[in-house]
């Protein structure tokens, strides 16, 4: 068994070599896909679909053709006319996406906020033994699992998986493709991580509210709902960014504290009041970390570069530390959803510490936990300075003007220009490409519809050498893939987990940059190699959850199956070379596909829909193997064609 498991894995990998070894170019410049003439019109609308979209799904090519290019562009750019039935439809299982914060900190409650309530947040203590430890754990399950049957919780994980499942049912079926292109753009550029705290119980809003909501909108508004959002105020820590408090203003525990000790004489005050001992300490605690709050720079860091300015933009470390006093005293109400996880538990009541949050706060009691709010008494009042301006509009508005200054700044226009054309058009754009984009930037006012536009308008957008240059991520392979074989799936947790085993795992990227997108940064040979895994474990009919007919290439003989297959998937173009190589593996056997049980992205949720696939063979680790389904012919062709480098070009 071994040895056969080690031969298809060399086979796999030989078969990639051979793919890609002289196939990928390095940049966009340097391909020209044989010619140096004008493109077809078929090679435009591909162009545009590979572009502007996720690919041609069956009968794409020749539905562009009808209305024409030119008009298919501008139907894209105006979304809202397009019609959009049956992703919707599509979408109705999904639940979280129509859920507000609250609601979802509610039904999805953090277990942190769980335990602590109980008082069982430190069951495991540091000086355990290994044993007790494990025991202690298992008793912080136990309890977690009695309360979720008890009062008909959900487990947190269900949250990603339903986001991304989102994400990919949209890419795959909407007719609103360059939406969904947009969305995926604007995801990395303002990307949030999920896997810090409590940020993935913001990201359906985030996504919904802000992302998807402003994709084609104005710049300027993505910014201001980016920077007020809890999933960013969140991720980059900014709903902790205060103004230093001075020593008058700081509580009378805090200014009765002594080289980090409280003053005797308070303690037995305290003490006469009815408070214990560790009572009193929990307060000093509070106040010690209180104290130690303070001004927090990295949304104002990464504000300047990665989301307006660029790296090279021209500001200093100063203009920094002034940005983050604008934005002080943005915060969020009950950030880790507290007050909903103990309500249901408590059969509804007050929480004080939430009560004493408000009051702190400034705000109603009331209020939704995970909301936004501007707390004035946290914010720095002074005076500050930001690239040379002024900004004395006092509260709130610093931060807007802030905004203000970054946005109409001629760094950020070639910043974003330059960022759309790499997306949109090569890994290397011209210089003076993007200073044409970055002109309809700023003449426009960041109107993001009129920058695009001036991008597919611009003669390097349809110019020969850009036609396949860029390589797909491996969310744009998984969608394209869906797309060009027609496969039904209303989710997959193995989808998603064969996504991650590529790379992209949704909101998946702990730094702030957001995922690359650049062909230096998905090419080499372990990436290249699950590229290849998805694809055979697709075209099989092994991912349970996706139906796949593929009928339709069908013939008597494997030449001519694999042109029926050329012709269909990738409209005819193939490179001699690919074609030989993929003859030579027609005759050879596939390697087997193992996949995970779909643990690994979620946990178990009660009463969650099932997927339902071909038979299963359970392996070790949590993996199992799912028998292909289909003429083996067939699936051969179309799974190598969508490993072949012409597939993985848009």
Do not use: C
């Amino acid at each position: 068994m071994k040895s056969t498991s080690f031969g298809h894995r060399l086979l796999a990998l030989v078969l990639i070599s051979a793919l890609y070894a002289t196939a990928i170019p390095a940049s966009g410049k340097n391909y020209d896909n044989g010619t140096a003439e004008a493109l077809s019109e078929s090679q435009k609308i591909l162009h545009v679909l590979n572009r502007l979209g996720f690919g041609p799904k069956p009968g794409d090519l020749e539905r562009v053709r009808r209305i024409g290019v030119d008009r298919y562009i501008e139907s894209q750019l105006d979304p809202e006319k397009i019609e959009d039935r049956e992703v919707l439809a599509m979408l109705s299982r999904i639940e979280v996406s129509k859920m507000s914060t609250s609601e979802i900190f509610a039904k999805y409650p953090n277990p942190g906020a769980l335990l602590q309530m109980l008082g069982a947040r430190n069951m495991v203590r540091p000086d355990s033994e290994n044993g007790e430890q494990s025991e202690m754990r298992a008793q912080r399950r136990q309890t977690l699992a009695k309360l979720y049957r008890e009062y008909g919780f959900r487990p947190a994980n269900q949250i990603m998986f339903e986001v991304e499942t989102e994400r990919i049912l949209r890419a795959a079926y909407s007719e609103r493709q360059l939406e969904e292109v947009m969305v995926d753009f604007w995801a990395n550029h303002f990307n949030v991580f999920s896997g810090k705290a409590a940020t993935r119980w913001y990201i359906p809003s985030y996504e919904r509210d802000v992302l998807r909501k402003h994709a084609l909108g104005n710049f300027k508004d993505l910014v201001l709902e980016t920077a007020r959002h809890p999933a960013m105020l969140f991720y980059l820590d900014n709903f902790q960014s205060v103004a230093e408090a001075e020593p008058r203003n700081r509580n009378r525990l805090q200014r009765a504290m002594r080289g980090g000790s409280l003053d005797p004489r308070v303690r037995e005050r305290l003490k006469r009041r009815g408070l214990t001992d560790e009572q009193i300490d929990r307060r000093v605690q509070q106040a010690t970390a209180s104290s130690r709050r303070g001004i927090n720079e990295n949304y104002a860091r990464e504000l300047m570069e990665l989301h307006t300015l660029g790296v090279d933009g021209g500001y200093t470390q100063e203009d920094i530390r002034e940005v983050a006093r604008a934005f002080t005293g943005w915060t969020i109400f009950d950030a880790r959803g507290y007050r909903k996880a103990a309500q249901k538990v408590r059969g509804g009541g007050t929480d004080r510490r939430i009560e004493q949050q408000a009051r702190r706060l400034g705000i109603d009691p009331n209020t939704e936990s995970g909301t936004f709010v501007f707390a004035s008494q946290l914010h720095d009042k002074g005076s500050k300075a930001v690239l040379g301006q002024r900004v004395d509009e006092g509260g709130i508005k610093d931060g807007e003007k802030v905004i203000d200054i970054l946005v109409s700044h001629p760094s950020t226009s070639r910043f974003i220009a330059r960022k759309l054309a790499v997306k949109f058009v090569n890994d290397k754009p011209s210089d003076a490409l993007v200073n044409r984009v970055a002109e309809a930037f700023r003449d426009s006012k960041g109107d993001i519809k009129t920058t695009l536009r001036a991008l597919f308008n611009d003669k390097e957008f349809f110019a020969p050498q850009n036609y396949k240059a860029k390589i797909k991520t491996p969310f744009e392979l998984v969608v394209s893939s869906l797309r060009a074989v027609d496969a039904k799936t209303a989710g997959s947790r193995q989808l998603n987990g064969l996504l991650r085993r590529m790379g992209e795992p949704l909101y998946g990227y702990q730094a702030p940059t957001g995922y690359p997108d650049t062909a230096e940064d998905w090419v080499n040979t372990g990436a290249l190699l699950e590229r290849m895994n998805f694809a055979i474990a697709l075209a099989s009919g092994r991912i349970p959850g996706i139906r796949i007919d593929l009928d339709r290439f069908a013939g008597d003989t494997k030449e001519f199956i694999l042109e029926r297959s050329v012709e269909a998937i990738l409209s005819g173009e193939i490179e001699d070379s690919t074609r030989t190589v993929l003859l030579k593996q027609m005759d050879q056997s596939l390697p087997e596909v193992s996949l995970a049980s779909g643990n690994e992205s979620m946990m178990s949720a009660p009463g969650a829909s099932m997927d339902r696939g071909g038979e299963r063979r359970r392996q070790r680790g949590g993996q199992f193997r799912v028998e292909p389904k289909g003429d083996p012919d067939v699936f051969k062709a179309v799974g190598l064609i969508i490993g072949s480098p012409e597939f993985q070009r848009q």
